[in-house]
């Protein structure tokens, strides 16, 4: 499957903004589906994850009660929305799929190419 992520912009605090990710493929349902995202020189961390059918979700505490993940597998599409942003929710966001839904980014298998997130104060 391929992922194609976008959304991502500049923004101030508080503001949101939502981000996609279109997946190519009629597969797109048997996957889970997780965003992760990345810092310039730190390791890519889990945000939020999303089973097949959407009926459950996790999220990283950091992200919790401020970011909402769903998925519409009608138009093999995963969604984040992120509200109240923060300058520390500035990273660039990939969307990945994988078979097993877990914050351990090896457990997935299909990376979308990123989207950038910057939120200024």
């Known amino acids: 499957v391929q992922l194609q992520a976008s959304g991502g912009g500049l923004v101030q605090a508080g503001d949101s903004l939502r981000l996609s990710c279109a997946a190519s493929?009629?597969?797109?349902?048997?996957?889970?589906m997780g965003w992760f995202r990345q810092a310039p020189g730190k390791e890519r961390e889990f945000v939020a994850g999303?089973?097949?059918?959407?009926?459950?979700?996790y999220y990283a505490d950091s992200v919790k009660g401020r970011f909402t993940i769903s998925r519409d597998n009608a138009k093999n599409t995963v969604y984040l929305q992120m509200n109240s942003l923060k300058p520390e929710d500035t990273h660039v966001y990939y969307c990945?799929?994988?078979?097993?839904?877990?914050?351990?980014?090896?457990?997935?298998?299909?990376w979308g190419q990123g989207t950038q997130v910057t939120v200024s104060s």
């Open positions: 999303i089973s097949l059918t959407g009926g459950r979700t």
């Open positions: 990945a799929a994988g078979k097993l839904l877990r914050v351990d980014l090896k457990e997935y298998d299909y």
């Open positions: 493929g009629r597969s797109f349902s048997s996957y889970v």
